[in-house]
């Protein structure tokens, strides 16, 4: 049989309070903070599946910024293609109005500055510009589209501006200016941008030499120039549509990932707080008993 000493008896005693202590420890630690670990040496499986679920859910909150930005652009690109809209409307009335053979000269000169105003307006419109970014224009956003007058500056960009709202999946944020304004060589057929046909319209119109002229033919030019844009904004409406189906969908996607992140790095706070609380009564135990157990020495007797 094996001599158990005084020694002995101390020096396991002292083991096991500096276990109880570390568990107590750990313990204390998980409460504070509601977490599983501290440092990857304390579980490096949660370690290495936490990088995985803290990259996959910052990628999602990334998504979720990126709609703000694609949100911007179609909402703003909308607002002022429904501006152009309400102008051209306006332009064809007058055409249809000033199309009378009873209208004299004054009131073609009128109309004409009407017109003239609204063309400066559809002008601005065309160059609509957000954070720093014109709208209209493609994949040359930093440089303007039209002139002043309305003259295509330089030459319009058909590029896609494109958003990743998703992994691997690019959105179309921006709308085709060749579609809406138009350049000289192509745009439905009238083979003119909406500029060229106004300028056109309002030569017409303040020209005396051509007061007995029919103008009822910019009228076809005009629902061209219309149509074009009714379409643009039917398009920038279905990837509205899609952009918000996408949007719930990454919602939904964060939800989940924070789930999964959450069940493998927090802890179960109910489940700590009682194992605390019983490794708590465990460790004043054990030091009641080590206590008892180690024997006063001389040292003791001699203080």
Request: glycine residues 4%; charged residues 25%; negative net charge.
């Amino acid at each position: 049989m094996m001599r158990v000493t005084q020694s002995m008896l101390s020096g396991n005693s002292l083991k096991n309070l500096q276990s109880s202590l570390l568990r107590l420890d750990k313990l204390n630690t998980q409460v504070s903070t509601q977490k599983k670990i501290t440092k990857p040496s304390d579980d490096p499986v949660v370690a290495m599946k936490g990088i995985v679920y803290r990259r996959s859910l910052s990628e999602v909150e990334q998504y979720q910024r990126n709609f703000s930005e694609a949100y911007n652009w179609i909402e703003n690109s909308d607002s002022a293609l429904d501006k152009a809209k309400l102008a051209l409307d306006r332009i064809r009335e007058l055409t249809v109005e000033v199309s009378n053979d009873t209208y004299d000269a004054e009131q073609r000169a009128a109309a004409s500055a009407e017109i003239n105003q609204l063309k400066e307006h559809l002008v601005g419109i065309s160059n609509t510009k957000f954070n720093d970014q014109y709208l209209f224009n493609g994949t040359k956003t930093i440089t303007q589209p039209f002139t002043s007058t309305g003259a295509i500056n330089g030459t319009l960009s058909t590029g896609k501006v494109e958003i990743e709202l998703s992994n691997g999946v690019m959105v179309q944020v921006n709308t085709d200016v060749s579609s809406v304004f138009g350049d000289r060589n192509s745009i439905g057929g009238t083979g003119e941008s909406v500029f060229k046909t106004i300028d056109d319209l309002i030569n017409t119109l303040e020209d005396d030499q051509k007061a007995g002229i029919d103008i009822t033919s910019y009228l076809d030019k005009l629902d061209i120039h219309i149509s074009a844009n009714t379409t643009a904004r039917a398009e920038i409406g279905a990837r509205f549509n899609r952009i918000e189906l996408m949007e719930a969908r990454i919602a939904e996607q964060k939800i989940v990932s924070s789930r999964i992140m959450s069940e493998n790095e927090d802890v179960d706070f109910e489940q700590v707080v009682t194992e605390l609380t019983t490794q708590e009564t465990v460790h004043k135990a054990a030091l009641s008993v080590a206590s008892r157990i180690i024997q006063p020495t001389l040292i003791d007797y001699l203080r």
